[in-house]
């Protein structure tokens, strides 16, 4: 199993504070460092000092880190136009040495659209679709032939699909609970589906989905990488954890019944039920940035075991 630090810095980080997490999990042996890709702030923090812009971040973070993964879970078809984000994705993977991983989705958070003057369509599905078609073949285009392309919500005329990414093939997540669309998008044009913060009970049978979907179009389901995205906090004793669910605002029984939460030798066995499900990689939500011990505690106590 691989594991992922995951954050949200639109609750209230600088970038130094990324930057220390990033170095951080890259230190202690993590996969990937992946951020959120959000412009405010959720719930009634005012998250001081403000947003920072993910790809920005991680184009910063590529130069300042050396073999960790970076990308974003996930970026919304919303704030970029295909054609630029290809060209962002593939920069940072240059600037990186080929580390970068590009999570794409429809965007939910129409506030922060309000706020920032961010259009929000009520139907975006068919954007996010055509995104992950334009971006792929953006890249996919060989050196020296164009591309182009027309669909409902993008044209491009004769694009020279520049610049290329380091990756032969920059990997794409696609994710969400949905019973057909979505797994048929993840069928055509992921390398990876993720389940972001789902009901245990479901996550098999979300898979089984997204494997049928995939010998449906007869593309082998084994080529996917199956992942999951749950809220971490963990503790030496239940003290420990109980003053890490109050510094995040949760309550412990709660986060027991939906996240990785507890000693670590409950979050094992939480991990071990999710491989059962088939769950090959898991992102660990960390909401508190500033301490990075309970990075450490899960490196040393709750990875090892899984590995």
């Known amino acids: 199993m691989k594991f992922r630090v995951f954050t949200e810095p639109q609750q209230g980080a600088t970038y130094d504070d990324i930057l220390a997490v990033a170095q951080a999990s890259e230190r202690l042996g993590f996969d990937a460092f992946f951020r959120s890709d ?127 990414p380091t990756q032969s093939r920059v990997p794409v997540i696609v994710g969400g609970g949905g019973a057909k669309r979505t797994p048929a998008l993840a069928a055509r044009f992921a390398t990876e589906f993720n389940l972001p913060f789902p009901d245990f009970a479901d996550v098999a049978g979300k898979f089984a989905g997204v494997r049928a979907a995939c010998e449906a179009i007869g593309r082998d389901p084994r080529e996917l990488v199956y992942s999951a995205a749950l809220i971490a906090v963990a503790g030496a004793n239940e003290a420990e954890f109980s003053r890490r669910a109050a510094a995040v605002g949760r309550e412990p029984a709660e986060l027991r019944e939906h996240g990785l939460a507890g000693t670590a030798s409950e979050i094992v066995d939480r991990l071990g039920a999710l491989a059962n499900d088939g769950v090959e990689c898991v992102y660990l939500q960390i909401m508190d940035m500033s301490d990075l011990d309970h990075l450490d505690f899960i490196a040393s106590e709750v990875v090892p075991q899984l590995r």
């Open 38 to 164: 959000h412009y405010m702030f959720m719930g009634d923090e005012i998250g001081l000092p403000g947003p920072t812009d993910a790809w920005t971040t991680l184009a910063g973070l590529a130069r300042e880190t050396e073999s960790i993964r970076l990308g974003t879970l996930v970026s919304s078809v919303t704030y970029r136009l295909p054609g630029i984000l290809a060209i962002q994705v593939a920069q940072v993977d240059q600037m990186s040495g080929g580390r970068v991983e590009l999570g794409l989705g429809t965007g939910w958070f129409e506030k922060e659209h309000l706020a920032y003057g961010i259009p929000f369509p009520s139907k975006r599905f068919g954007m996010l679709e055509e995104q992950l078609e334009i971006v792929t073949g953006l890249w996919g285009t060989p050196v020296g032939e164009t591309y182009s392309f027309a669909g409902e919500h993008y044209a491009l005329v004769d694009s020279p699909a520049l610049p290329k």
